[in-house]
């Protein structure tokens, strides 16, 4: 009898816990670790940040659904991963501390045979002074309630716009280095649909920032589209919606201090400038959750296991070396740690080998570029590979057995540009591969025939029907194994 | 006198494409679009074939 601790219960986490459950004999223990009681459908948090759900229409509690299985739920917190076993237990153990409540700061120690880090991010609004809802003057849609308290003072706005008073929103990325530019941008299009839908869009001066080179980089270093007998970079296409908009937008820019009303950000070309507004929206860097190792005679030995960044080291190439020499080997594969081969990280946890699109700094030596995107479709075809390696492993495989590159696998996005039934639109789009292959795609890096996108009302319909689809999936309800994920 | 205001040029807005009122039609039609949903159904599907 063996047991698997998935710590995080998020996309990849739930996924992993969801496929070890079908593919794991039941001999074997499955133990989750999840500081919230709750999971989160992440895409549709933006409909959460306009009004158009709220959050009990995008989270459901773990607890409910784990009952039904033979997962054991902890809703606690990793503090420390003791990979050689340590003082408590010969045994590789990993250390939680109890986020129930009465149990506030309880810690156990939980012995493993495999275990997967699934811990996504910490959402590293301290990066940034000023930054963020908890402690600053920005607010966030990166989980439902930080979302519900963005509408809440988006909805202020709105009543103030009615009035015939003139406001500024700003929305993109807090900080040189963010990824999640995405999410920004559907933020910015459902913000605008939502103030148009009021009648109040030309009181509102609406700025798009954030440190991408060129709009569309998305983190990936941008996209070619084959459209209309020509093959675009999707800079064209990003630009023209925010022209068509009415969007002004600030690019190659790190937010360094956010004040009540103010922001300060720095330019690539090494200049310093201010943006008053009164509504900002704007992602935060990530930064692993802040997981310390430890060897058996209790060494630390965190710098080992983990990455600068706090994201594990994975069996990615993480030597340094420049842009021009980057190749889609240097991708993980497997998802394992090269060291202590019973530990995987998926999803957000793992460390990258480095950016997809190139580094850039300023002329003051900031460095201001997207570090690489983190989606669901890549975080789900991850934990489902290493669960199916773990199940071959604990069935006598010496090696991982499945693989799940980002430079081999695609990824679709569906970015709302407007909810409503018949009025809304969204803007779809697919890469293949998410990591650019010039070796297999020496033009463009990416297979032009699984790479598209396009705006309409087809996209918002996709986008509802992945989030009724997924949650239903994630709930584990009759059928939930034929749905693709 | 014309009341006319030339477009600011060099600006950002002068330059990128901007939809036609046909393009901008059909985001919205529902023929098309149905149309464009099993399209794009499609084309998922064969992207996470090709994926896993």
Not at chain 1, 133 to 154: F, I, M, R, W
Not at chain 1, 160 to 167: H, I, N, V, Y
Not at chain 1, 393 to 422: I, N, Q, W, Y
């Given at each position: 009898m063996a047991r698997v601790v998935i710590l995080g219960a998020g996309i990849a986490g739930h996924t992993a816990a969801r496929y070890l459950h079908l593919e794991l004999p039941n001999v074997h223990e499955i133990v989750v670790v999840s500081p919230n009681p709750t999971w989160n459908w992440i895409p549709s948090n933006i409909w959460v940040g306009v009004g158009q759900m709220t959050e009990q229409d995008v989270t459901f509690d773990l607890a409910d659904i784990y009952k039904k299985t033979r997962i054991d739920f902890r809703q606690a917190k990793g503090l420390s991963l003791h990979p050689e076993g340590g003082a408590a237990s010969s045994r590789p153990y990993v250390t939680v501390e109890s986020?129930?409540?009465?149990?506030?700061?309880?810690?156990?120690?939980?012995?493993?045979?495999?275990?997967?880090?699934?811990?996504?991010?910490?959402?590293?609004?301290?990066?940034?002074?000023?930054?963020?809802?908890?402690?600053?003057?920005?607010?966030?849609?990166?989980?439902?309630?930080?979302?519900?308290?963005?509408?809440?003072?988006?909805?202020?706005?709105?009543?103030?716009?009615?009035?015939?008073?003139?406001?500024?929103?700003?929305?993109?990325?807090?900080?040189?280095?963010?990824t999640c530019q995405g999410a920004a941008f559907e933020y910015i299009y459902n913000v605008d649909h939502i103030l148009r839908e009021a009648g109040v869009r030309e009181n509102a001066r609406i700025v798009w920032l954030s440190n991408e080179y060129e709009l569309g980089d998305f983190g990936m270093g941008g996209v070619h589209i084959e459209r209309g007998g020509y093959i675009t970079n999707?800079?064209?296409?990003?630009?023209?919606?925010?022209?068509?908009?009415?969007?002004?937008?600030?690019?190659?820019?790190?937010?360094?201090?956010?004040?009540?009303?103010?922001?300060?950000?720095?330019?690539l070309d090494g200049s310093f400038h201010e943006l008053e507004f009164d509504f900002s929206m704007l992602i935060p860097p990530f930064s692993g959750v802040g997981l310390k190792a430890f060897s058996h005679s209790e060494e630390d030995i965190t710098a080992k296991v983990f990455a600068p960044s706090g994201f594990m080291k994975v069996d990615a190439d993480y030597t340094a070396r420049p842009y021009a020499d980057w190749s889609a080997g240097d991708w993980p594969k497997t998802y394992q740690n090269p060291i202590y081969r019973s530990l995987f990280a998926i999803g957000i946890a793992f460390a990258p080998p480095h950016l997809i699109s190139k580094p850039m700094q300023s002329a003051n030596g900031t460095p201001i570029n997207p570090a690489p995107p983190r989606t669901g479709m890549p975080s789900a075809a991850m934990a489902i590979?290493?669960?199916?390696?773990?199940?071959?492993?604990?069935?006598?495989?010496?090696?991982?057995?499945?693989?799940?590159?980002?430079?081999?696998?695609?990824?679709?996005?569906?970015?709302?540009?407007?909810?409503?039934?018949?009025?809304?639109?969204?803007?779809?789009?697919?890469?293949?591969?998410?990591?650019?292959?010039?070796?297999?795609?020496?033009?463009?890096?990416?297979?032009?025939e699984l790479t598209f996108g396009e705006i309409g009302l087809a996209g918002h319909w996709m986008k509802t029907l992945f989030h009724h689809t997924f949650i239903y999936q994630a709930k584990m309800l009759p059928g939930w194994r034929l749905l693709p994920d | 006198m014309s009341n006319a205001i030339n477009k600011e040029p060099y600006q950002q807005a002068y330059y990128p494409p901007a939809p036609n009122g046909f393009t901008r039609h059909m985001r919205n039609n529902i023929v098309w679009q149905i149309y464009r949903f099993i399209v794009i159904n499609m084309k998922m599907l064969k992207l996470m074939r090709k994926s896993h």
């Open positions: 986020t129930l409540a009465g149990r506030e700061g309880q810690t156990e120690n939980i012995e493993y045979d495999y275990l997967i880090n699934a811990t996504g991010p910490k959402l590293n609004f301290g990066a940034t002074e000023g930054l963020g809802p908890e402690h600053g003057h920005t607010v966030s849609v990166c989980t439902a309630s930080h979302a519900k308290e963005a509408n809440d003072k988006l909805q202020k706005i709105v009543d103030s716009l009615k009035r015939g008073e003139k406001k500024t929103i700003v929305i993109g990325t807090g900080h040189g280095t963010c999707g800079k064209t296409f990003a630009e023209s919606l925010m022209v068509e908009r009415g969007i002004e937008w600030i690019i190659r820019a790190h937010v360094k201090k956010v004040e009540a009303g103010k922001l300060h950000y720095e330019t590979a290493v669960a199916k390696s773990i199940r071959d492993m604990l069935d006598g495989a010496p090696e991982p057995t499945h693989t799940a590159s980002m430079a081999k696998m695609g990824a679709a996005c569906v970015a709302s540009t407007g909810a409503h039934l018949f009025r809304g639109s969204a803007a779809t789009m697919t890469v293949y591969p998410i990591v650019p292959d010039y070796e297999r795609y020496p033009e463009y890096g990416r297979d032009l | -």
